[in-house]
T-cell receptor
């Protein structure tokens, strides 16, 4: 089946540094990928829609300069948390839909737990 | 706006017990409704879906019916197994900015004991 790989699965960084999270579709191409954030005991909150070869579209309230998204190829999207602060600590999840299978469900990565100290 | 409300967990059951996880939604229009499951250490997987009122989604013994009149999509299973222990997310689609986007509930953790 379709697999989405997310890396790293967990990361600890110091306040003020930047962290990059990768999301790869391993056996399919994805024109569009979605990035979610999940706080403890809360919903997955959609942060942005990542579009291959163009700028990401961000949901209301999400800082574009804080969460940089790059979707350079049909199999890779990256989320960079810039100048991270403790309040950015969260669980980040990406998802993707097979470009060649309209109407197919989203496939999710296993998530990345970010802890900013 | 569109939103999903799920019953709080954790839900703890004995094997072979009957399961209900409540889910209600608010939405404009007629969204599609989904249940996703996240097993320990894994990503979210689609469990079942329904795309219009009165549709019943079913998979692996789980089922849920799209109830427009009560804006609900409750998840049920007649006899749970230990292997069903996971976090279950109810979700709906919202068409925005040219894309169908998923809006999730908070998730309900299910623990099944032998």
């Amino acid at each position: 089946g379709a697999v989405v790989s997310q890396h790293p699965s967990w990361v600890i960084c110091k306040s003020g540094t930047s962290v990059k999270i990768e999301c790869r579709s391993l056996d399919f191409q994805a024109t569009t990928m979605f990035w979610y954030r999940q706080f403890p005991k809360q919903s997955l909150m959609l942060m942005a829609t990542s579009n291959e070869g163009s700028k990401a579209t961000y949901e209301q309230g999400v800082e574009k300069d804080k969460f940089l998204i790059n979707h350079a190829s049909l199999t890779l999207s990256t989320l960079t948390v810039t100048s991270a602060h403790p309040e950015d600590s969260s669980f980040y999840i990406c998802s993707a839909r097979d470009k060649g299978a309209e109407g197919s469900p989203l496939h999710f990565g296993n998530g990345t737990r970010l802890t900013v100290t | 706006g569109n939103s999903v409300t799920q019953m709080e967990g954790p839900v703890t059951l004995s094997e072979e017990a009957f399961l209900t996880i409540n889910c209600t939604y608010t939405a404009t229009g007629y969204p599609s409704l989904f249940w996703y499951v996240q097993y320990p250490g894994e990503g979210l997987q689609l469990l079942l879906k329904a795309t219009k009122a009165d549709d019943k989604g079913s998979n692996k013994g789980f089922e849920a019916t799209y109830r427009k009149e009560t804006t609900s999509f409750h998840l049920e299973k007649g006899s749970v197994q230990v292997s069903d222990s996971a976090v279950y997310f109810c979700a709906l689609t919202r068409f925005s900015g040219g894309y169908n986007k998923l809006i999730f509930g908070a998730g309900t953790r299910l623990a099944v004991h032998p």
